[in-house]
Each structure stands twice: as C-alpha cells, then as structure tokens.
T-cell receptor
Framework: AQSVTQLGSHVSVSEGALVLLRCNYS??????LFWYVQYPNQGLQLLLK??????LVKGINGFEAEFKKSETSFHLTKPSAHMSDAAEYFC????????????FGTGTRLLVSP | DAGVIQSPRHEVTEMGQEVTLRCKPI?????LFWYRQTMMRGLELLIY????????DSGMPEDRFSAKMPNASFSTLKIQPSEPRDSAVYFC??????????????????FGQGTRLTVV
C-alpha cells in the first residue's frame, strides 16, 4: 500500500525566509506525487506534481519540489516566504494503475510571521 | 468551467437525521472522489467512482454512509442516521483520465470547496 509521511504538523518561518516542507513516500511501484495547498475554508488546490518526467518540479506561487528516489522524498521548497503562503499543505501519492487514487499525508500548517 | 460544485457549503443537523451532500464534477472528468477531513484523521478517501461505477468503497466508515452517482454530472453522499462523530468537512473531487503510464496526463484531482457538516 502506498503512503506519505509529512514531518512536522506545523512549520513557522519569517517572511522572506526559506520554506521547507518535508514529505517522504512509500510505494512499491513508481509513484506519482503531488503537493496541494488548502487555504482556510477552501478546498485543496494543486501546487505541483511529479509524474516521472523531470525530478525537479516547479509549481505555482514560486514553489518547487524535488523527487529523490534514493531518499524516497518529495520535499516542497520556496526560496522566500510571503505572508500569503500561510496555509495547510498536503503531500499525496498515487500509482500508475490508472485509477488515480490519491493517498494524502496528514498535512503541514505553514505559519508566516512578519 | 466552474469547477467542482458542492452543496450545501454548510449543514447543521440533529443526531439521527438523514443528511445528503451533493456534488457536481467537472464536465468530462471520469473519476469522482469523496473525501472526509477531520482534525483527528486528516483527509480520508471514502469512496471513488469511475464512469459512474463505484470502484472502491473501502473507506466508507459504516453502513450508515452511502454514495451514488446516477449520471456523469451528479453524485450524492448520504448519511442515515447521522451521528455527532460524523461532523467533518466533506470534499468531492473529480479527475480526468487520459491513458496510462507515460501517456497519462492531467492526473491531478480537482477539489470542490467542501461541505462543513455539524451534527448536534
């Protein structure tokens, strides 16, 4: 069975600082990996996805993530945090069976201080 | 496209009552998912459909929960009878399916804004 583990339920950064949100996956087959963002009282919005092409994936709002098979990781980064980045971030995994069933991590809440 | 549309946005009901949540997926999407989000358990997949057929309902917590997809543009999630522990945000999502493996594109799920259910 596939799963993802997000380390840290809360991450606090100052505005302008580096954002690093960690995600490790477990999958017996090559995975597809996703990062979603959820703003308060909103649904989930896709930030970026890895689908076995380039290992460094760029997404919206300046976020990017790198797929590292040797570390089974897919960490999300942004060089400089903005106040508007404060939200909850979810890592998710699916497989290539075609059913596109997404399994989500428990989420990391990003707090950005002035 | 207006995206995935869920109704109602908020629902407050008394324990024991029947609750029906509704979802309109994005036109042309082959997959529809129902998720539940709680503080304790995070995001849980309850059930998903492919071309209106339920594929995996192993996440449905109890027989009190049922879901239907009578056509490609509408799905319901019903709880009967409802209990306070059912209080959560319920999300519907839809996804297109185009090919397999390296030909697979647009594999992400598009989420609705959710229905916040409170059972008192």
């Amino acid at each position: 069975a596939q799963s993802v583990t997000q380390l840290g339920s809360h991450v606090s950064v100052s505005e302008g600082a580096l954002v690093l949100l960690r995600c490790n996956y477990s999958s017996s087959v090559p995975p597809y990996l996703f990062w979603y963002v959820q703003y308060p009282n909103q649904g989930l919005q896709l930030l970026l996805k890895y689908t076995s092409a380039a290992t460094l994936v760029k997404g919206i709002n300046g976020f990017e993530a790198e797929f590292k098979k040797s570390e089974t990781s897919f960490h999300l980064t942004k060089p400089s945090a903005h106040m508007s980045d404060a939200a909850e971030y979810f890592c998710a995994v699916s497989d290539l069976t075609g059913f596109q069933k997404l399994v989500f991590g428990t989420g990391t809440r990003l707090l950005v201080s002035p | 496209d207006a995206g995935v549309i869920q109704s109602p946005r908020h629902e407050v009901t008394e324990m024991g009552q029947e609750v029906t949540l509704r979802c309109k997926p994005i036109s042309g999407h082959d997959y529809l998912f129902w998720y539940r989000q709680t503080m304790m358990r995070g995001l849980e997949l309850l059930i998903y459909f492919n071309n209106n057929v339920p594929i995996d309902d192993s996440g449905m917590p109890e027989d009190r929960f049922s879901a239907k997809m009578p056509n490609a543009s509408f799905s319901t999630l019903k709880i009967q009878p409802s209990e306070p522990r059912d209080s959560a945000v319920y999300f519907c999502a839809s996804s297109p399916y185009r090919g397999r493996g390296i030909l697979q594109k647009n594999t992400e799920a598009f989420f609705g804004q959710g229905t916040r259910l409170t059972v008192v």
